[in-house]
């Protein structure tokens, strides 16, 4: 048995890439290839006579492989299949980190599958509190509802649009510009940062169009997204990559906060960096620019 | 007695002067004397060599009893060749005791495997061995042990006489009424004749079986006229769908472009990743991907690869195209895309097997190769790679120019999975030491990289460019954690192989295989 530490509400979350969890020879060591979060799905992967078959293998695959520090998710069925209740019990009793909600539409389908985890948590002797929450934002009506959702329990770490879906309930299909989403991408967005949790954006499926994956990926950094939803290994690095700090900006980053603790020692609120005022309204966001560096690995200094 | 990588050689090969391998370059400085072959002179003008069939063509070279064959790969599965010599030989003329040395036999190969079970072919001595001839070796059906040596240590054994070839058979895409021989130009192309050049120049006969009679002179010649004694003309040498393959693909599988890119971040992490580079990788998964990469990076840093050789598919030949890799030189062409380019892209040049791995010879190319990437069956804590014996124990695959290069190399990277299916690709003793382990600098696999304790400037280098490693015990025990550690296999005492290191010592042997019983706890 492999024991599994807390799961982190908030963690570096740029990469979650989708396996379908009845397939072991994918799940064996979805580690290797250096994703944040790998997605065990018992959703649209798996069909709908496989659900029981998918259920074992992930709860052997939680129980004996040792993902080590890559998190470990559960995309569960939608509360209006038969299966998501049975597929709770599988992931609180396996140890999952956390469970994706799919098809969220509103703050009570995030109750819903709180009490049933809760439930289970109680059922199985894990510690109360333990598995996270995550929502899927797959319709007009869900997006709609974004503040809600977002802000409905202590466990929801974050929020994510699933394209497919969401395309197909507004009529629309993919656009290389992304404005088939756009509206529903800002809108999710504004309500993940109002509610504290993160932000997540949806797959993109064609793995031959590097130049379109790029564009959305730098799209998905403007934008301000905590990270993306993955189908391919293969996808992982150019999103690392990306939404790495750039050199210059963390040489910047760490000038502004050495800059701000020396001042404010010393009194003084404003004043200027390399020709350019700065005061306390800029130390979060160097900061946090400082903390990506170091979770990208590129920056090894003591300033956080 | 044990030699420098533990394996224990048996005293009865250790006669007529043979030794244990030593260890790296332990045969430098020392002389060879060449073994000249016995040649008819064909003094009077000959308006052609054409003779009517194989048979006839080996009565004129006095074919009889214990007679050594040389037969070469080009033609790799698709090859007719070696079967229509060897049958003509004991079919057509009754002779027995027969050697063949190949340098390499496979499937394409079973006819020869029913000659060695019905006691006609004796010996065997070939730089691969797969398909049912390596199971009736592995089954002691062969009368003496067979002879593993590398592409290398081939034309070495053949230039110090350890090898004399009677007959020298050349499979010939084109050839003229006298016996220039081309690669290209036919209609069974395999590029490059690289294997067969040594071949010809030391055999006492030389035999060219061709299905493309072109007109005089076949230029420019792979194998020469001046060498040869008779020119065959059949319907076909060999099946095109299986000579060379249409374009290789560069794998799209995740876990060998994972890899390939690891390779290609270690190659440009050493001092030798600069303007002039040299290089030659595989045509393996992984191996070919490592090509991708390196371009990225080679643009990265503005620097074009001197030079490349090898076994050579399209991905380097269209580096070569695009201008990004100075000169080609290859021994052997996998694709289409090679072997279309071979000695007509510009700079794409042609060279026999000697002067690429011969460890014996004043200047072979591996001496001068920066990088290799190559792939492993199995490689050992000690670094000791096998590529010969699966599993099993059974021989089922070929050393090939895996020791030559990695001995000649400055960075010899090793390429694999850590487990395959249920086995260990790293494990602690591989079945058999073909690559001995001071030859191999690092290990990429899908769950880590080692770099070998020998060489701390490669390990320093991993280090300042940020590249995480661990050690190879470590990747020994995560493939172990993973699948189990398997039960020793067990062997009778008959050796049925020797493996040659590329010096001419003893490697290694592969002894009879004890069939498997599962014994009750």
Redesign the interface.
Known sequence: MIPRPKPERFRLRRTMMFMNAQKPGLIKDAYIYGVDSIMLDLEDAVAENQKDAARFSLYHALKTIDYGDTEVIVRINGLDTPHWEEDIRVCVAGGADGIRIAKCESAQDVKTVEAHVLAAEREFGVEEGRTLLMAALESPKGILNAYEICAASDRMFGVAISGGDFRKCMQTKFSPDGVDMMVARGQMLIAARAAGVQCFDTVFTNLDDEEGYRAEVMQNKAMGFDGKSLINPKQIRLVHELFAPTQKEIIQAEKIVRAYREQSAAGVGVFTVDGKMIDIAFIPGAERTLKLARACGLYEGDLV | MKNAVGRDIPDFLLTGGKEVYQGKNYMDGKYLQKAAPKTRRYEKPQESKLVETIAEALRQCGCKDGCTFSFHHHLRNGDYVANMVVKAAVEELGIKDITVAATSLGSAHDVIADYIEQGIVVGVQTSGIRGRIGDVVSEGKLKTPAIIRSHGGRPRAIEAGEVHIDIAVVAAPTADCVGNCRGIGGKSNCGSLGYAMTDAKYADHVIVVTDCLVDFPNMPASVEAIDVDAVVVVDSIGDPKKIASAAARISQN??D??MA?NVAKVIASTPYFKEGFSFQTGVGGPSLAANLFLEKYMDERNIKMGWAIGGICGPMVELLKKGKVGKVIDVQDFDLDAVNSINQTPNHFEMSASQYANPANKGAFVNKLDFVVLAALEIDTGFNVNVLTGSDGVLRGAPGGHPDTAAGSKCCIIVTPLTRGRMATVCEHVVTVTTPGDCVDVLVT??GIAVNPLRPDLIECLDKA?IPHVTIESLKEKAYS?VGRPDDLQWEDKVVAVLEARDGTILDVVRKIKPYTIEED
């Open positions: 995740p876990r472009l994972m890119e899908d769950y940020g993973l």
